[in-house]
């Protein structure tokens, strides 16, 4: 017997289609602001940046500019893809002996042994420098056409206005409330009276509000003094004087040394398609070697028949595997990542896929009381035990699961995808692209086919809408399966989002969509 509450309730998305622009985000607000910049003569990339600002504020526990990622960007003109690094890093000053081991597994993501006091999951000593604010900077010093001040102002107008909570920004709040208490700030901003998560109204008529005017006024900083001003000056010995009077061991220097990085794509092919993803620290190796395993399969038909998942599986399975001999990380996550991906196309056909991140729900926990950013906690990325392949060290940059992806179909169809949701990133990526270059699967067919997820060690989860003769032929080829459900809460699956674009008749079409089952998820146009 199925334990979902109801199997009868059907929820769907749309697909967005225009010959101009489209954004598609985990958040309705944070995609607007981008298809707006779309309407005032920005590119891609000035949508983009204005989303990842925008994302920080509307659906602050998930990233912002306390955090990081990765950006992947297709320049129509030339057909270069590039890709900007601003992952996280550990300070220079870490020092190890802050972590000390003690019994049993850790509590969050990752079930590496257990730190004294959680010290790697919360507070100031799971804080890794954040690369947000680096990585849009430099993504607007070589692609913008706008000014740096006019893509951060409509998320300053956000913030100062507050985030209305509505059902389900009191249901998240109510899953960390009480990590939250022991962080001023943090509990101030989320929780009445520091204690109840702040609820939702009964009627349209009345709302709470969690107070952002501090976050606003650190983002008319970077506004008005670049995006240097976070690395470099007043606001950057603010955030390193909090950090430290938390306990942390961040230094100015630490910022002032932090870089984003303008990089190539990884190009490879598969069949006669190409994938464009990211070079090391990010899933993008994995993914690649997943393809190279699903080179000699032939698929059969118009859709994946039980032959191709069990295809999935293996791939999948076998490329993380190498994974964690290498690249550490060889543990099973626990719990939801917090990570946000979009897309943006733009009327020229530039494509733009980001996926970044705060690590957990609310990363660190930590609100910096000054500034009102909401730290990551990029430490826990590390396995604490010594002698391992991602083991903690100071100055060391972050293994990320993050998968931001762009595909060239052989018909010349041009795809941007991702997804968030930790170790579920990969195998969602993969089997959307599969989808996609395999079966020549619009975007829309593709976001609803059913998927499986294979980042359990011992099990693999299977979208309980697949067909039942399918589930009956994987019963008998997957050594371990669950049927689960694509729910709003919690996500059994990656929560993904996709944008297409191809030049028919001499015109381009563009299309986006979200991930069905992500309540503030959506594709805005231009």
Not at 9 to 17: D, M, P, Q, T
Not at 298 to 318: C, F, M, W
């Amino acid at each position: 017997m199925s334990l979902s509450q109801s199997s009868t309730w059907n929820i769907k998305k749309k697909v967005v289609r225009t010959h101009r622009g489209v954004v598609t985000s985990q958040s309705r607000i944070a995609s607007a602001i981008g298809a707006e910049v779309l309407r005032k003569g920005g590119n891609a990339v000035d949508a983009a940046i204005a989303t990842s600002f925008a994302l920080g504020v509307a659906e602050p526990w998930m990233s912002g500019i306390g955090g990081g990622g990765f950006m992947v960007i297709r320049l129509a003109k030339t057909d270069e893809v590039k890709v900007i690094n601003f992952g996280m890093k550990s300070p220079k000053n870490l020092n190890v002996e802050d972590y000390p081991l003690v019994e049993g597994s850790g509590t969050d993501l990752f079930p590496w042994t257990r730190v004294h006091e959680d010290r790697n999951v919360t507070g100031a000593l799971a804080v890794a420098i954040p690369g947000q604010v680096a990585g849009m900077g430099l993504a607007a010093e070589h692609f913008s056409s706008l000014p740096w001040k006019a893509l951060i102002e409509p998320s300053i107008d956000l913030a100062k206005k507050g985030l209305v909570v509505d059902w389900y920004a009191q249901l998240v709040i109510s899953s960390v409330a009480k990590d939250l208490v022991p962080f001023k700030a943090s509990a101030e901003t989320f929780l009445d009276s520091g204690l109840f998560p702040k609820s939702s109204a009964w009627t349209s008529h009345s709302s709470n509000v969690c107070d952002q005017s501090r976050l606003a006024k650190t983002l008319e900083t970077l506004a008005e003094e670049g995006h240097q001003s976070f690395y470099r000056g007043e606001l950057a010995r603010t955030i390193v004087n909090e950090l430290a009077a938390a306990g942390g061991r961040h230094s100015l220097e630490d910022f002032e040394s932090y870089t984003a990085t303008l990089q190539t794509a990884d190009k490879y092919s598969y069949r006669d398609h190409t994938i464009f993803g990211t070079p090391s620290m990010t899933a993008g190796p994995t993914l690649k070697h997943t393809f190279s395993l699903m080179e000699n399969w032939q698929p059969e038909g118009n859709s994946p028949d039980s032959k191709a998942y069990k295809v999935y599986d293996t791939a999948i399975r076998l490329a993380n595997e190498e994974r964690y001999r290498f690249m550490g990380d060889e543990r099973k996550e626990v719990a939801p990542s917090c990570t946000t991906h979009f897309n943006v196309v733009d009327s020229e056909g530039n494509c733009v896929s980001v996926t970044q991140t705060l690590l957990s729900i609310f990363g660190s926990k930590l609100m910096l009381g000054d500034s009102g950013i909401l730290m990551n906690n990029g430490i826990m990325w590390f396995d604490p035990e010594p002698n391992k392949p991602n083991s903690l060290a100071a100055d060391k940059r972050c293994l990320a699961n993050m998968c931001p992806t762009i595909l060239k179909r052989n018909d010349g169809h041009y795809f941007a995808l991702g997804a968030s949701g930790g170790r579920k990133i990969m195998p969602a990526v993969a089997q959307l692209s599969s989808f996609i270059l395999d079966y020549k699967m619009d975007i829309e067919k593709a976001m609803c086919m059913p998927r499986i997820d294979t980042s359990l060690s011992d099990l693999t989860i299977v979208d309980d809408t697949m067909d039942e003769s399918l589930i009956e032929d994987l019963r008998g080829t997957i050594q371990q399966i669950k049927l689960a459900p694509r729910t709003i809460y919690p996500f059994n699956f990656a929560c993904p989002s996709i944008i297409s674009s191809q030049v028919v008749g001499g015109q381009l079409d563009n299309a986006g969509i979200t991930e069905v089952m992500s309540a503030w998820s959506d594709a805005i146009k231009e």
